[in-house]
C-alpha cells in the first residue's frame, strides 16, 4: 500500500516499512529502548558452519528491512537520534509515498514468521502466483485466525499456507489441511465460508 503523509496524517500510526542498509541488529537494539516506536524484524533459521561444527543461528528473513508500527511524526522523531532507519518511498509526479502494510496483513505475516520453524519459505513476489491458490483461514494451532492462500510451492512436497505482504515478501508455512477453512470474497469486502 502506498501512503501519501500530509498534515492530515502525520500522526495516524501505520506499518511502514524501513529500510536499515544491513543495520538490523543495530536497529533492533535502537528500537527496543523504552519509548521508541513498535518494530518487527522476521528472522528465520540458518544452519552456520564454523570451526567445523554446525549451529543454528536466527538472522533477518528479508535483509535491511524492518517494519515500523508508529505515526510518520513518531518515526521522524525518532530517526533525530538514529539516522540509519530510512523510509522506503516512491517518488512520484504528486509528491513522495511511503511503502505501508495494512494492519491485518501484517498482523498476519508476523504470527506465521514469529513461529521462527525451519520449515518457512521466504519467497519474493515474483516466486508466487497467487491467482492459482485459494483463499483460506487457519482455525487452531499456532497460525489460528490467520488468512492467506493455500497453494503448492514449486518444489515443496507439502501444501502451504501463504501470507503476502503486497510487492514486498510473502512467507509459506506448511499447514494442516484439517485446520483450513476455504473463504470466499463475497465482493463487500467480508469474507465468507464456501
Not at 95 to 109: A, C, E, I, P, S
Not at 165 to 180: F, R
Amino acid at each position: 500500500m502506498l501512503l501519501s503523509v500530509s498534515n492530515n496524517n502525520r500522526h495516524t500510526r501505520h506499518w511502514f516499512v524501513m529500510r536499515v542498509n544491513k543495520r538490523e541488529k543495530e536497529a533492533e537494539e535502537k528500537l527496543s529502548a523504552p519509548g521508541a516506536p513498535e518494530f518487527y524484524i522476521p528472522k528465520k533459521v540458518v544452519v552456520r558452519t564454523a570451526g567445523g561444527r554446525k549451529r543454528k543461528e536466527l538472522v533477518p528473513a528479508i535483509p535491511s528491512y524492518i517494519f515500523v508500527n508508529a505515526s510518520h511524526a513518531e518515526i521522524m522523531e525518532f530517526k533525530r537520534g538514529y539516522d540509519h532507519l530510512k523510509f522506503v518511498t516512491w517518488d512520484r509526479t504528486e509528491g513522495t509515498r511511503y511503502l505501508t502494510v495494512d494492519d491485518k496483513q501484517m498482523r498476519d505475516f508476523i504470527t506465521v514468521s514469529s513461529t521462527n520453524m525451519e520449515t518457512l519459505l521466504y519467497m519474493a513476489p515474483e516466486e508466487v502466483n497467487l491467482a492459482k491458490g485459494t483463499r483460506v483461514r487457519i482455525h487452531g494451532g499456532v497460525f489460528d485466525g490467520v488468512c492467506g492462500t493455500f497453494l503448492k510451492v514449486k518444489g515443496a512436497r507439502s501444501r502451504r499456507l501463504v501470507i503476502m505482504l503486497d510487492n514486498i515478501q510473502a512467507i509459506a508455512a506448511e499447514i494442516s489441511p484439517d485446520l483450513v477453512e476455504v473463504i470466499a470474497d463475497d465482493g463487500s469486502g467480508s469474507a465468507e465460508t464456501t
